[in-house]
C-alpha cells in the first residue's frame, strides 16, 4: 500500500503562483500530478519517473515544473503564471513500477486532492 497526502492548493489571481506538494507513505518509481476542473474529466498535469523522465501535457509547458525529492518520498508541483483555466482539484497519483506514462490507467494510487482556484 501506498498513501498519497496533497498540500498547497489555494485561491490566487491570474498570473500568481502556487506550490504543490503530496507527501508519499513510500517510495514509488513513477509520480505525477493530474487535475479535475468542474464539469470535466480527469487530466493529466506532468508525470516524473525516479530517474527524473519528466513529461508535461501541452497546456502547462513552461509555466509548471514538476520535481521529486526521492529521500523524502515528496513530490512537488511549482505553478507559475496561473491561468483561471487551471482552477480545478489537483490529485497526486504514484505507482511502484518505473514505467512513467501521463495515463490515469497507468497509476494505482490516489491522493485525496487540493483544491486549486485561480480568479481573473
Known amino acids: 500500500q501506498l498513501q498519497l497526502v496533497e498540500s498547497g492548493g489555494g485561491s490566487v489571481q491570474a498570473g500568481g503562483s502556487l506550490r504543490l506538494s503530496c507527501a508519499a507513505s513510500?517510495?514509488?518509481?513513477?509520480m505525477a500530478w493530474f487535475r479535475q476542473a468542474p464539469g470535466k474529466e480527469r487530466e493529466g498535469v506532468a508525470s516524473i519517473s525516479s530517474d527524473g523522465n519528466i513529461k508535461y501535457t501541452d497546456s502547462v509547458k513552461g509555466r509548471f515544473t514538476i520535481s521529486r525529492n526521492n529521500a523524502k518520498n515528496t513530490l512537488y508541483l511549482q505553478m507559475n503564471s496561473l491561468k483561471p483555466e487551471d482552477t480545478g482539484m489537483y490529485y497526486c497519483a504514484a505507482v511502484l513500477g518505473t514505467y512513467c506514462v501521463l495515463s490515469i490507467g497507468r497509476f494505482a494510487y490516489w491522493g485525496q486532492g487540493t483544491k486549486v482556484t485561480v480568479s481573473s
Open positions: 513510500r517510495y514509488s518509481g513513477c
